[in-house]
């Protein structure tokens, strides 16, 4: 079993910075790959990034590449999300949530665990 809690959202004028963190209780979290989506009220959760267990294999949706960075450090059970050059439309509850093996991590159904989300807003 493994429970994600996010942190680090907020509200942030556009071109700004946030790094969005998602700590992991339970030892299993280093053999986990991880992944941030996003959701938008009203629209389908999207998908952001995503980070293989070793941290050597990442992925990320075309809106986001050259903005956002996913990283993750095992030593502290935490996968993080550096958001930089925001956009408006980069507002969104965004969520990590864990898989396992190397299915489509696109795919939300890939996911086995979820945390709550956090906010992100950016502002015009």
């Known amino acids: 079993q493994v429970q994600l809690v996010e942190s680090g959202g907020g509200l942030v004028q556009a071109g700004g910075s946030l790094r969005l963190s998602c700590a992991a209780s339970?030892?299993?979290?280093?053999?986990?790959?991880m992944g941030w989506f996003r959701q938008d009220p009203g629209k389908e959760r999207e998908f952001v990034a995503a980070v293989h267990w070793s941290g050597s294999t990442t992925s990320y949706a075309d809106s986001v590449k050259g903005r956002f960075t996913i990283s993750r450090d095992n030593a502290k059970n935490t996968v993080y999300l550096q958001m930089n050059s925001l956009k408006p439309e980069d507002t969104a509850v965004y969520f990590c949530?864990?898989?396992?093996?190397?299915?489509?991590?696109?795919?939300?159904?890939?996911?086995?665990?979820w945390g709550q989300g956090t906010q992100v807003t950016v502002s015009s």
């Open positions: 949530a864990g898989f396992r093996g190397f299915p489509n991590v696109r795919n939300e159904y890939a996911y086995d665990y």
């Open positions: 339970g030892r299993t979290f280093s053999s986990y790959g």
